[in-house]
């Protein structure tokens, strides 16, 4: 049987790189840019909320892609375009 060897510090710093920090946000981007694309639109005020933080943490690269307007949750609730847009950009890798 052979067994796998795993080099944690290689590890760690790929997942600290700048290369996996622009691959996580860049495809955080991609959700974003979709459920813009798919929000539904009274005011352009939930659409224009959608947006995309990225924190460097200890163990790599987090983005997060928020709608942050008053009424998000609401609007998420009833449409689920943060959800739908995660599942296409998912689909399209």
Do not use: C, N, W
Not at 45 to 63: C, K, W
């Amino acid at each position: 049987m052979m067994a796998a060897v795993f080099f944690d510090s290689a590890l760690d710093e790929l997942a600290q790189s700048a290369g996996v920090r622009d691959l996580v946000t860049d495809a955080a981007g991609e959700v974003r840019d979709i459920a813009r694309a798919d929000a539904p639109v009274d005011s352009g005020e939930y659409r224009d909320s959608i947006h995309v933080e990225v924190e460097q943490t200890r163990d790599g690269v987090v983005a997060i892609v928020i709608a942050d307007v008053r009424h998000a949750m609401i609007v998420e609730s009833r449409e689920g375009t943060l959800a739908r847009a995660l599942g296409k950009a998912a689909s399209r890798a």
